[in-house]
């Protein structure tokens, strides 16, 4: 596979490591930008005050042409959020060495069943409710794939130590894991076989967990209030025929119950353990906070 990277990162010892995976191509900036196919891997080292505007620009460049950007440790900025523009902070919290990797998204097509052992130093911290990939032993976010939109291209940011050879690391799953990061697509996002009772049409993981999460925020089941939390804090847009669909997976789950008129009702437990099964109770706890600090907002 052929990857693109910042010409200025191509002397770093990671970059060598990249090599034993991906073909390597440095680029200039606004080659980089330029570039409307090959995908991109930043060593997060780069990312600084002095450079914000240039890689904001580097990303909005990603997303307009559907690419994917990989970036990686170590990491010169621990603020990533605003490197992106995203709606919600993004950030990497430091923490004590952690090997287990458990990826929840399917569409790397590797076993769920068995976590990788690749370290990382840092987790995720965010409310974004969409796009997680992998999680650390204590179910915190260590691989997280942001998209502005449905249709645009995707960053993906990860604190897993991908080129670094390190003796906590398993050589083996640490390639396995980069492999697949690259390989993936910024669409990539329905999940194969994963289909609502009695419905032919799969359910889109990445758009379950938002509505996971928005249910968990605002405390409530009703179809315009979690579209409203989703479209406004979480950056995704869903149309009343996909919101219907997806909680009528999670009636299916059963996450969600009828009452005795019919509406829908929220079984706490349930969605409690579906949040903490994909890592996301922090976030949703996170944003319910946000929810509750502006109540002007009319959900």
């Known amino acids: 596979m052929k990857v693109r990277i910042w010409q200025e990162q191509s002397d770093l010892f990671e970059?060598?490591?990249l090599e034993q995976t991906a073909e390597v191509s440095p680029a200039t900036m606004q080659e980089l930008c330029a570039d409307a196919?090959?995908?991109v891997v930043l060593m997060g080292r780069a990312l600084s005050s002095e450079r914000l505007a240039d890689f904001r620009s580097l990303f909005e460049a990603v997303f307009r042409s559907r690419r994917i950007i990989v970036v990686v440790p170590p990491f010169g900025d621990l603020d990533i959020g605003r490197y992106l523009d995203t709606p919600v902070g993004v950030r990497l919290l430091r923490r004590s060495p952690d090997v287990a990797v458990r990826v929840v998204d399917t569409n790397l097509g590797l076993n769920l069943g068995s976590p990788l052992s690749v370290r990382s130093d840092h987790v995720i911290e965010t409310a974004l409710g969409a796009g997680l990939i992998a999680t650390d032993g204590a179910g915190k976010p260590v691989a997280l794939r942001y998209q502005p939109?449905?249709?645009?291209?995707a960053a993906v940011l990860c604190t897993v130590q991908l080129l670094s050879y390190t003796a906590l690391s398993s050589e083996e799953d640490?390639?396995?894991?980069?492999?697949?990061?690259?390989?993936?697509?910024?669409g990539d996002a329905v999940e194969a076989g994963k289909v609502v009772a009695g419905n032919a049409l799969p359910v889109d993981p990445a758009?379950?967990?938002t509505i996971?999460?928005?249910?968990?925020a605002a405390r409530s089941a009703e179809p315009t209030r979690l579209r409203t939390v989703a479209e406004k804090f979480l950056q995704l847009s869903?149309?009343?025929?996909?919101?219907?669909?997806i909680l009528g997976y999670l009636e299916a789950e059963g996450v969600l119950t009828r009452g005795s008129k019919g509406e829908r009702r929220v079984r706490k437990d349930a969605l409690q353990s579906a949040l903490d099964d994909l890592?996301?109770?922090?976030?949703?706890?996170?944003?319910?906070?946000?929810?509750?600090?502006?109540?002007?907002?009319c959900i």
């Open 15 to 17: 970059i060598s490591v």
């Open 37 to 39: 196919a090959t995908p």
């Open 149 to 153: 939109r449905n249709t645009s291209g």
């Open 174 to 186: 640490r390639q396995i894991l980069l492999a697949a990061l690259l390989t993936s697509r910024a």
């Open 207 to 209: 758009h379950v967990a």
């Open 212 to 216: 996971l999460v928005a249910l968990a």
């Open 238 to 245: 869903l149309d009343n025929e996909t919101t219907e669909h």
């Open 279 to 297: 890592g996301l109770h922090a976030c949703a706890r996170e944003l319910q906070e946000i929810i509750q600090g502006q109540p002007e907002v």
